[in-house]
């Protein structure tokens, strides 16, 4: 059956020569196939971190549409010398960069979105038989000045094509075959699951399993693109599917997630009135600071507590906002915590059945570990946790749940 | 006075962050002064090279069309980087590639010439007072496609925008400070001409001087485009300018160029009919071998001789290409001579003043070098000699011409 199949490759795929030459063997083979192909590449290797380097060497902080400007060409070498690669083997191939696709983003430059893409020009290509190479990470504004989506997006460039193709499967090729229950590095006995749902993939992503980008799995979630995971050095393993549902029967437990990256502030004695969440974190908004588990306490009456957690990078701006407006929150004292992992628990229905919460309290107790905060959602609970007890804790919860899944 | 300036910096004034800053500082003055600049580079040092390389290192000989995507993008690095050291100076800047601008190219990949160019974009961001950074050597085909304008072609494209936005004039910065009598490695006493005619600098150029693009002279000339040479070492060094005419009296003497590149290729007895010439160029036309200094003998009435010099790349394929129609062309057999060396002297008015070659003449004979082939223009004359009196020859013709202009 003839497919029309949408691929991405990252840089590390693509890094040189003769890592261009497989990757062309794997499509052109796919291509012989009788399969439509379209291949989404990112830049090779680090030349994305090398190029901001030398605009960094010129301007600390330069200009965004400069840099975009700038960092655009990497995925265009890409594309052109895979398109030569392809042409080696016999096969035909145009690469397209996001003006000759037509990829319209908006004018955020660093961190655009795409708006529309006009398809014409691939569909055309791709009726001439052709293997059409498509520059990853970029759009186009209405300026007509070069964007670029956001460190990670040349995913979503390949889901936002399979979209409008209306492609049969969008394959993402990285150094991750797959996703684990969870990583294979510290829960040895992991295991790669054959499928998983969008949500349970967005809470995976978000709780930092860095397969894949998040803005990608949200697009594939809303037009429907059936998403494979496959792995960039083993071909032919099989990979994990991301669709609607998992498998019929809704999954007790599809993985667990470490994120060190994480500081744990308190803000204390809290003056108790309207508005005070809205007080602190309108303040981080504008600061550009994202906070993730917020923990309310109930208070005595007078005072408050509220607790939350921003990645590291994050912890002195945080910090500072805060004692800046003391005054202006109304609050005594500010604490905070770098030592700390955040644990998560993704599986569809994991809150509405009672066991899954208190297995995974069960769990973390019998190995001494000590829970910080708590936060839960319709398919994940995480828990904050003192961060040299994080590979503990997710051997003995990964080894609870696996019990669970087979009893 | 407000002036409208194009400059034109080549890949070694922009080499490394140093050099792009000691550039941004130079642009930034003279937008200071008042000036509207409009900026074209060339791709950074080798980096063309080494893009080539990679291409290469694929395929050994790469699709035109993905070669030139590839190399386009070492330009457009450039301006993004130059137009990031200008805003770091504090001054407004906007970097451009030749889909921006809207440079309209032919589609030959590798060697486009430049159809139209839509300025309106430059124009729009001249009058909101940026610094324009263009990126040189690229233009875009009716397709939409990336098309190189050939090698050095960044000169062009800087020519080209000063005819199409009217500049005042359009200034050339390279390692080459100007335009000199001779080449002062070979003749110490050569000095640097204030001013040069177009056509002078034309036939320089195609002699062997490579200082400027020779289709970047010719649009000028045709455009009324005022170049200047200037040196991108020293800034403040007055430069050569290149423009209708030379001076108001027609100069005698304005330059001296050899070219070692050079091959003579005699075929003899021919049987002389109609058409004689015509049968052997078109021959080596067809092939793609440009010839240059053609000579005919008067002949014995019988059978003529032809001799014609080549590029020592081009001599085996015109070798075989006479051995191969010798019977349809008619000759005895061919001769050539590879350690031969092109002197030519260019001047206004050069074969119009009979003193001028037979100065040259007599300049040749006293130092003892024979002449195998003469060949002269309006504002040109070349002699073929051996390659081991070139230096020897190019001094003594250079004291000749000195010396007559003083009196």
């Known amino acids: 059956m003839t497919m029309l199949i949408v691929q991405k490759y990252g840089g590390t795929s693509v890094a040189d020569a003769g890592c261009i030459m497989r990757v062309a063997e794997r499509i052109v083979q796919s291509h012989r196939a009788g399969h439509k192909m379209v291949v989404v590449l990112s830049a090779q290797g680090d030349t994305t971190d090398i190029l901001t380097a030398k605009a960094r060497e010129i301007a600390p902080d330069p200009s965004k549409r400069e840099l975009d400007m700038l960092l655009v060409t990497g995925e265009q070498q890409a594309v052109a010398l895979m398109a030569m690669a392809i042409h080696k083997l016999g096969a035909p191939a145009l690469s397209m960069n996001a003006v000759q696709v037509g990829i319209e983003a908006t004018s955020l430059y660093g961190n655009a979105r795409i708006r529309r893409i006009r398809p014409e020009r691939i569909t055309r290509a791709l009726e001439l038989n052709s293997i059409v190479i498509v520059a990853g990470f970029q759009g186009v504004n209405r300026y007509g000045d070069m964007t670029t989506l956001g460190r990670g997006a040349s995913d979503t460039t390949a889901v936002a094509l399979a979209a409008v193709l209306g492609a049969d499967v969008c394959e993402i090729y990285s150094d991750v075959s797959g996703i684990f229950t969870a990583d294979p590095r510290i829960v040895p006995v992991a295991r790669k699951l054959p499928c998983i749902s969008y949500d349970e993939m967005l ?124 005054e202006q929150i109304g609050f005594d004292m500010t604490t905070y915590d770098t030592q700390v992992a955040k644990l998560s628990v993704i599986g569809a229905g994991m809150t509405t059945n009672y066991g899954v919460a208190s297995s995974m309290f069960e769990a973390l107790y019998d190995c001494g570990v000590n829970i910080h905060l708590i936060s839960s959602s319709e398919i994940k609970i995480t828990v904050l946790i003192d961060e040299n007890a994080a590979d503990r804790a997710a051997r003995a919860i990964h080894e609870k749940f696996t019990q669970l899944m087979q009893d």
């Open 203 to 326: 809470e995976l992503a978000s709780m930092g399993a860095q397969v894949l980008h998040n803005r990608a799995v949200e697009m594939a979630k809303r037009h429907r693109v059936k998403l494979v995971l496959r792995s960039s050095s083993r071909f032919d393993d099989e990979g994990t599917e991301i669709r609607e549902e998992s498998t019929m029967e809704k999954l007790l437990f599809s993985g667990l997630a470490v994120d060190r990256d994480v500081a744990r502030i308190s803000v204390m004695g809290l003056v108790d009135r309207p508005g005070l969440a809205y007080h602190v974190f309108s303040l981080l908004a504008k600061e550009k600071i994202s906070v993730d588990i917020i923990l309310q306490t109930a208070g005595n009456g007078q005072t408050k507590d509220i607790s939350f957690t921003v990645a590291h990078e994050h912890l002195d701006a945080a910090l500072k906002v805060l004692e800046t407006n003391r």
